[in-house]
């Protein structure tokens, strides 16, 4: 078989896999060109709004457009830290590592640019409104070697 064509298989078990065996997560993802607060103006010396109060921004005039990106993924929680420190380093009981598609790079990546959280059910189920958060750690996006999913390690952020 093609190594082309055995690739394109290997990546349609994975997703089968993923969607089998994984769980749902949300993404909020970023736009890289924010729009100017059409409800107030702008301090160019503070880089700010002049408004601190304006309910439209928040007094950050910067308004970023979000979009949802939802998708499967497979999620290896962090529940024996004597083991998985051998493994994986860094990373503590209650954390995880997402197995995701690779195409799906940019969406983490654009979760550590931003600072946004990603919601999760830490019950393994799909999204509900009891999900957690978690964030994605910079410089731990690694990819695998067949270049065709990632293991993104997040730390889990506690909802109060
Ligand atoms: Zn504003």
């Known amino acids: 078989m093609a190594l082309e064509k055995r690739l394109s298989h290997i990546k349609r078990k994975e997703s089968e896999n993923r969607i089998k065996f ?3 997560i949300n993404i909020s993802v970023l736009a890289d060109n924010p729009t100017g607060c059409s409800h107030c103006s702008y301090d160019s010396q503070y880089k700010v709004s002049r408004d601190p109060n304006c309910s439209y921004c928040g007094g950050k005039y910067w308004i970023y ?3 949802v990106h939802n998708e499967y993924v497979k999620v290896r929680w962090i ?3 004597v083991e998985e420190e051998i493994v994986i380093g860094n ?3 209650g954390d995880c590592v997402l ?3 690779i195409e799906s790079r940019s969406f983490f990546e654009n979760t550590i640019k931003y600072e946004t ?3 999760i059910d830490p019950l393994g189920g799909d999204i509900t409104p009891i999900s957690d958060s978690i964030e994605v750690i910079p410089q731990k996006i690694v990819i695998d070697t ?3 999913e990632i293991a993104v390690s997040c730390s889990r952020v506690y909802k109060d």
């Open 65 to 67: 457009a979000t979009t």
């Open 146 to 148: 067949l270049k065709s």
């Open 99 to 101: 197995i995701a598609r």
């Open 91 to 93: 990373l503590q009981v």
């Open 22 to 24: 994984g769980q749902q």
């Open 79 to 81: 529940a024996e830290a």
């Open 117 to 119: 959280r990603i919601d």
